[in-house]
């Protein structure tokens, strides 16, 4: 199954929070949801969800329109928003059951289902305690629970990771790779890129509302590095201020920073260019001991695309 | 015997909103002290009930310990506990706290029902505990039996109305009232005031049925069945209209709603003629207040038909012209309540000019009433779409209604006072804010007296309507050339 966004638009009383953007999500894909602050990314995933009404553009799942007939979504989108809205005296337990009963499902089959998510998303200890006496974490495998109960073919997630400590970050890392493996499409946005890096197939970056890439995450650094300036790390045995000071006389250097012996910069030059780069630093008596382009991930892609915008 | 089958099918069958609100009601705070108020009421009526039996040595007094238990259990029932509802859903769609249950596969309609029903059986609750106290007014002596269960079945419709009236109201809420909060406490405060308005309303007609019938009469059963018609269509059309507030936005989802209303009114209409003149006074009146919730309602619909809505647009013109007040439009829906109107207001006046029905000396004060309200209502929605998408930039049309019932309301309340204060028939300001009041024909009179604030409602509602010529003539422009695009 395929989800597709074509020119989604949503303008706000005095502000454009999505303003033309385009992108597909595949099942069996997990897609980071990338951007600054206030990007539109919460904005865009409430349209997807058919909780919001964009103001112009097209959802289509599988080329029928979730804008014109939302009913379609409700089996096969799960949403989790950034925190559980407030639900005073229902426990964990009441909570899921009562989803499983709005979304049809009968006795023994909701009995099964529920037991299985709340095995599933470690929550059988915690099953008889109030929602609102739980941590961020534990709401957030609620609030994943939940959206698991129609067994969606799509998961959309807003900042699940928000709040965690480390070993709750880890284990929702492993709970999303086992829910891609069981042939799910998820579209997750997070701040912390490093772990999106590390468990997203493709990506899709907004800010300001616009598009700015979106695709596999291997093609998107590619195109970056290849339109754009490399990161070069250089490690003297000398201080670095005078190799920053040849440095700065090189034409296709720039932004140079140094930290005791360490110094990087930007190259916007070929690899022959680079090694003749290195052969002149040689020459020129420095003594270097690592020299190489600094690897690009989603990270760097983001930094370097990214203005750090809000609107 | 293993009963488990059973059981488990009727959890099943049981709607998921009633077992969680229930759960919710009886560990809630509000649910315990309603009882404990209630139960507290009830002995110190019998208390001082007893106490009178004791003074006099006889029991005699019955009937008032009846009326006041009933009093107390309505006051209840029928005010606080649909109010309380009403508050609590509208904060919960102000809040966001349901949006995650409007995508689930659960029809809007079950989701109505499973409000409704929980606050059907928390009243249950209450008739069942008063029942004992309402037993033992039964050897106090003056109870007549046919009576106290008539108006204790009575009152139970009517809490139920207004339960389900409050929901309505309350699926009319958003969290952006212009987009920027406060939607929830106008429409809590205006649905408050409403409700209160319609209990006492209620209250006197009943005191007054009680005082004037005997219930010995054919023609009274008659006259209450008639009633129970009435009553049980107002809760099916706003019970049909709250679930519609939760249809998709682009669907076409008023077609079937007025569809069906059209049938109704039209059964409605012609058997209520055929009774006598208070029944077709409670029938035009229950019409009237439909008629003006349309009108704000009709706001909240789309001014730009969606492309679903486009692509159910009939191609032969005769089907076009049949269908365009039936479908979801702004300009649809006034069609509609256009329609309605006039031909309602074409029975009764055939009805009177027959005599078949009411009495024609009171003809023309119902016909200003009905149109000036009319009008008032249709302008003040109108007025408040135009402010909200110009003035406000508002773009959810959903706030319009809140925004209309409130306007309304309020220039109501204050222009009424502002006339009475200025001698409204002599002075400048008065005369103004006789001409700006909805409810200008009561307070400027009733015979013979209303066509000045028909007037007024006539220019009211032709400016209302030029402020919105534009997209009036778009949509229009749309709907009849769908085909001709196509």
Not at chain 1, 32 to 44: D, E, I, L, Q, R
Request: hydrophobic share 45%.
């Amino acid at each position: 199954m395929i989800l597709t966004v074509k020119h989604l638009r949503k303008q706000f009383e005095n502000c454009l929070a999505v303003d033309d953007i385009s992108f597909s999500i595949e099942t069996g894909e997990i897609t980071g949801f990338v951007g600054p602050n206030g990007a539109g990314k919460t904005t865009t995933m409430r349209i997807l969800a058919t909780i919001e009404q964009c103001t112009d553009g097209l959802v289509e799942l599988d080329g029928r329109s979730l804008l014109e007939y939302p009913e379609l979504a409700r089996k096969h989108i799960g949403y989790v928003p950034d925190s559980l809205p407030s639900n005073s005296d229902m426990t964990v337990h009441e909570y899921l059951d009562f989803f499983a009963r709005a979304y049809g499902l009968k006795t023994p089959k909701r009995q099964e289902t529920v037991s299985q998510l709340e095995e599933f998303t470690n929550l059988v200890g915690i099953r008889e305690k109030y929602i609102d006496s739980l941590s961020k974490g534990m709401k957030q495998r609620v609030s994943i629970a939940r959206a698991l109960i129609s067994d969606p073919d799509f998961i959309l997630m807003d900042e699940p990771a928000a709040g965690l400590d480390p070993r709750a970050r880890i284990e929702l890392r492993e709970l999303l790779k086992i829910l891609c493996e069981q042939g799910k499409g998820i579209l997750i946005s997070s701040h912390i890129l490093s772990e999106l890096s590390e468990i997203c197939t493709s990506t899709v970056i907004i800010e300001r509302g616009e598009l700015l890439k979106s695709g596999k995450i291997s093609e998107v650094v590619k195109e970056v590095t290849s339109s754009n300036k490399r990161v070069i790390h250089i490690r003297a045995l000398e201080s670095s201020e005078e190799l920053s000071k040849k440095l700065i006389l090189e034409p296709l250097v720039s932004k140079i920073s140094v930290l005791g012996n360490d110094i990087e910069f930007e190259y916007e030059g070929s690899d022959e260019q680079a090694a003749d780069l290195l052969s002149v630093l040689i020459k020129g008596g420095f003594h270097i001991v690592a020299f190489g382009f600094k690897q690009q991930n989603l990270e760097s892609v983001f930094m370097n695309i990214t203005k750090g915008d809000v609107q | 015997m293993n009963y488990n089958h059973y059981i488990e099918q009727f959890d099943d069958f049981l709607n998921a909103i009633l077992v969680k609100e229930l759960r919710q009601t009886v560990r809630g705070k509000f649910f315990w002290s309603i009882f404990l108020l209630f139960l507290l009421f009830i002995c110190l009526v019998l208390f001082f009930s007893l106490n009178e039996v004791n003074r006099y040595g006889g029991f005699h007094n019955g009937e008032t310990t009846a009326s006041f238990l009933l009093a107390i259990l309505y006051f209840i029932s029928g005010l606080l506990v649909p109010i309380n509802l009403g508050k609590k859903t509208a904060a919960e769609i102000g809040d966001a706290t349901n949006e995650l249950l409007y995508i689930t596969t659960m029809t809007p309609s079950s989701i109505i029902k499973g409000k409704f029903l929980c606050g059907a059986v928390i009243i249950l609750m209450l008739y069942s505990a008063i029942v004992p106290f309402l037993s033992l007014t039964l050897f106090m002596g003056g109870v007549d039996v046919r009576l106290l269960l008539l108006v204790v079945f009575f009152s139970y419709i009517f809490s139920n109305l207004g339960v389900i009236f409050q929901i309505f109201v309350a699926m009319s809420n958003t969290s952006d009232f212009n987009d920027s909060g406060s939607a929830g406490v106008v429409n809590t405060v205006v649905a408050s005031v409403i409700h209160l308005v319609l209990w006492i309303t209620s209250v006197s007609f009943g005191a007054s049925f009680m005082n004037r019938y005997s219930m010995r009469d054919s023609s009274e059963i008659v006259t209450l069945v008639v009633i129970f018609v009435i009553v049980c269509v107002v809760f099916g059309l706003l019970f049909a209209a709250s679930s519609i507030k939760l249809e998709p936005e682009t669907s076409n989802k008023m077609y079937t709603f007025r569809v069906w209303a059209s049938i109704i009114w039209m059964i409605g209409t012609l058997a209520t003629s055929f009774v006598n003149f208070e029944v077709v006074v409670v029938w035009s009146s229950c019409v009237l207040i439909a008629l003006i919730l349309f009108s704000f309602n009709n706001q909240t619909e789309p001014e730009v038909y969606s492309n679903r809505i486009l692509s159910e647009i009939p191609d032969s013109l005769f089907n076009k012209i049949s269908k365009f007040p039936f479908f979801t439009g702004v300009v649809n829906g006034f069609t509609w309540n256009v329609f309605v109107a006039i031909l309602t207001l074409m029975v009764v006046i055939v009805g009177d000019i027959t005599h078949k029905i009411g009495y024609h000396s009171d003809r023309e004060f119902i016909l200003c009433v009905f149109i000036t309200q009319f009008l008032h209502a249709n302008a003040h929605g109108f007025f408040a779409s135009f402010i909200r998408k110009n003035i406000l930039k508002a773009s959810n049309r959903k706030g319009n209604f809140n925004f209309a019932l409130a306007s309304y309301i309020i220039t109501g309340v204050v222009a009424t006072i502002v006339y009475n204060m200025f001698d409204g028939r002599r002075n400048p300001i008065g005369i103004v804010c006789g001409i700006i009041n909805p409810f200008f024909i009561f307070t400027y009179g009733t015979r013979g007296e209303g066509l000045l604030p028909l007037i007024a409602a006539v220019i009211l509602f032709g400016i209302a309507v030029l402020l919105n010529i534009k997209s009036i003539i778009e949509q229009l422009t749309s709907y009849f050339n769908k085909g001709a695009e196509d």
